[in-house]
Structure formats: structure tokens, C-alpha cells
């Protein structure tokens, strides 16, 4: 037999995930000039980096040789949130944190519980463990609740749930997830995905960290991907029970999280001016780009996010004549949604560029 057949057949089940097509990809496949090339597709902030992370960030240059210390990242993620230090795990990207709980509660013989046109890497993350996935059918685009309580078996150990969602935007009311945590028994741990949560208006924001508290089996997820701009980084973290961030930290990679990527986080977290203007432009982009899909005629699905999923009668088509045009978006049909695209909210001229090419492509 070949060295691949002995993999487990759950690894061999698992389909790779599939990202946004990068601008140098496109622009060696298409011959266009990178700068031509306007890429909406991956939840990327328009503005870039934080330019007090990118300061922090040439400063820590000097000290690359040794080990990472995750010391002051923690200290600052468990001030401003209001926990303990020993209830923040870092992560390579939030995706980390997320295979971390993965490998912690999952196993051969367990199952975990995710919505239809939810995040892939829940389903990924959960067959690396050699998890069964249980996808359950989603309402309006989004995660029906009810049907993911009633979902769960006697061999089901992990919940995700996403809010906002990605590739869909929805969002779910806090009361409705709080309920939902109330109903679930207490040996399922919840992984509340908040990869969006600082694009949300801050007056609707819930306090959701102060939630561990009775919910001891709630994992929260955030990252340092998407308002604060260090996708290329890597950095995210979970906030937890001290009882389950141990587990997670037992198995995290000691030095999971570089140096440059600890140093550009604590300098982003205290980047106000900054995340304020992030905020901004996805607030003024989303109007923009959602005016444009109505003049056009096409549905979208409402967002809470820094991008949006408007429905196209092809979505494969339209996503190859937008790229002819050096338009990069997402299409997902590997999320079952294959007539929709989602573009992510970028500069005023991006949006603009999109929209015009969108138009010709249709
Ligand atoms: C972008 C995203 C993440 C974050 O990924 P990182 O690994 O932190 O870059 C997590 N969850 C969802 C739903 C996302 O869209």
C-alpha cells in the first residue's frame, strides 16, 4: 500500500481549504501589473497596517534572535478585557486557537456542531482531530440555533458559532447566543468566533468575555486579522475558563506566536486612531459598495462584517470576468453558496473598481 493510504481516512476525507487568490498569483496568470490589481477577497484591511504596530514592529526587529515571550501581549489582552492571564491563549491567527480547542475536545468516536455557510475551518479543524462533522442547515443564510441545540448528540463536544458569520455577514442577537448557552449541557464547549466583533457599532456590542464567568465551557475567539490589519502576521488569541485555556495551552506550540507578531499586536491594541479610521471606512465602504449592488440589481445578504455576499446567476462566471478585469473576490461555492460572491469593503477607488467591473461582468 502507498505511504498516503496510511493516513487515517478522516485525514484523507478532509477537502484543503481553498484561499483568496493572492494579487501576484493573478497578475502572473493574467499578465497584469500587480499594482493594477484590486483584491477584495480575503477580509483584508484596506488601510493596511497600524502604523504604531508597524513602528512597534521595526523595533522588535532587534531582538529576533531570541525566543518569542508572550508575556506583555497577555498581560494587555487580560487588562482590557478583564480576565486573569491565565484565561488568554495565543494563537498563529485565531485559526490556531480554533484547531487548538479542536484537538483538546475532539476526538475519533466525537462530534462537533457548525452551521451551513459557516466558517470552513470549523469543519477542517474539527476532522484533523478526527472529529465527525454534524453541518446543520442554516436559516436566511444563517445559524439556526434551535436546530444546532437540538443537533447536538451525547457524542458531541464542541459548537462553533460565529458572529458575525463569515461568508454570510449574519449576526446574531447576544440574547440569542446567551439563550443558546444556557440551553447547551455544560460538558459541549461553545466556541464563540468574534473574528468580526470590532466592525459591529460599538453602542450594539455586548460584553460577551464577562459571559465566561457562568459559562465555563465558552471559548471566545478574536484576532488581530482583520480591523487591526496584521493578517500577514499571524496573531489571534481565545479567552477562556483557566481550567480550559489550560488544556488549550497544553497543546500550543511554546513559540506559536513570533516576535514581530507579539510586538505589532500590543502596539495595535492601543492603536485607537487607527482602528477608529478602520471602522470608519468599512462603515462609509459597506454603504457605498451596497448602494452599487442595488443599483445593479442584485440581492445581497445583509452584513456585520468588513465585506458582503451578493447573489450573481453564476457566481463562477461572474468571479472569471471580474478577475479578467483585475478584480479579485471570493467565491464560495465551496461554502454552498455557488451564486453568491463576497467582496470584501475596501478604499473608496477599490469599491469604485469593483463595482464597475462587476457591472461589465454580469
Ligand atoms: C478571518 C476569520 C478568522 C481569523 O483568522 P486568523 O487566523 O485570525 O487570521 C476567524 N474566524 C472567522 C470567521 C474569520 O472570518
Known amino acids: 500500500m502507498s505511504i498516503a493510504a496510511q493516513a487515517p481516512a478522516y485525514i484523507r476525507a478532509i ?201 465555563p465551557n465558552l471559548i471566545i475567539t478574536r484576532t488581530f486579522s482583520k480591523i487591526h490589519g496584521l493578517a500577514g502576521l499571524r496573531v489571534g488569541y481565545a479567552v477562556a475558563s483557566s481550567e480550559v485555556a489550560d488544556l488549550l495551552n497544553r497543546v500550543r506550540q511554546p513559540f506559536n506566536v513570533n516576535n514581530l507578531a507579539i510586538a505589532a499586536a500590543c502596539a495595535a491594541l492601543d492603536d485607537h486612531l487607527f482602528i477608529a479610521e478602520s471602522y470608519e471606512l468599512n462603515r462609509r465602504g459597506m454603504e457605498q459598495i451596497v448602494a452599487g449592488l442595488k443599483r445593479l440589481g442584485l440581492e445581497h445578504i445583509p452584513s456585520h462584517g468588513n465585506f458582503v455576499t451578493f447573489a450573481v446567476s453564476d457566481g463562477a462566471a461572474a468571479n472569471q470576468k471580474l478577475l479578467r478585469q483585475g478584480v479579485i473576490v471570493r467565491p464560495i461555492g465551496g461554502y454552498g453558496l455557488p451564486n453568491h460572491l463576497r467582496v470584501t469593503i475596501g478604499r473608496e477607488t477599490e469599491n469604485l473598481r469593483f463595482l464597475e467591473a462587476l457591472e461589465i461582468s454580469l
Not at 477542517?124 to 448528540?153: F, K, N, Q, W
Request: hydrophobic letters at 45%; glycine letters at 6%; aromatic letters at 8%.
Open 15 to 215: 477537502s484543503p481549504y481553498v484561499p483568496g487568490k493572492p494579487i501576484t498569483a493573478l497578475a502572473r496568470e493574467m499578465g497584469l501589473a500587480v499594482e493594477s490589481i484590486v483584491k477584495l477577497a480575503s477580509n483584508e484591511n484596506p488601510l493596511g497596517m497600524s502604523p504604531k504596530a508597524r513602528a512597534a514592529v521595526e523595533k522588535a526587529i532587534a531582538g529576533i534572535e531570541r525566543y518569542p515571550d508572550q508575556f506583555e501581549l497577555i498581560a494587555a489582552l487580560a487588562e482590557r478585557l478583564g480576565v486573569a492571564q491565565n484565561q488568554i491563549v495565543l494563537g498563529n491567527g485565531s485559526n490556531d486557537v480554533l484547531d487548538l480547542a479542536a484537538r483538546v475536545f475532539l476526538a475519533p468516536g466525537r462530534s462537533s456542531v457548525f452551521s451551513q455557510h459557516a466558517f470552513a475551518v470549523y469543519p477542517l479543524a474539527t476532522m484533523s482531530a478526527g472529529g465527525e462533522c454534524i453541518a446543520v442547515p442554516a436559516r436566511h443564510y444563517g445559524h439556526d440555533l434551535a436546530a444546532m441545540r437540538a443537533a447536538i448528540r451525547p457524542d458531541t463536544r464542541v459548537v462553533w458559532i460565529a458572529n458575525p458569520n463569515n461568508p454570510t455577514g449574519n449576526f446574531l442577537p447576544y440574547a440569542e447566543v446567551k439563550a443558546f448557552l444556557q440551553a447547551v449541557p455544560a460538558d459541549v464547549a461553545v466556541v464563540l468566533d468574534e473574528a468580526y466583533n470590532e466592525y459591529l457599532p460599538p453602542a450594539e456590542r455586548v460584553d460577551t468575555v464577562a459571559w465566561i464567568r457562568d459559562f
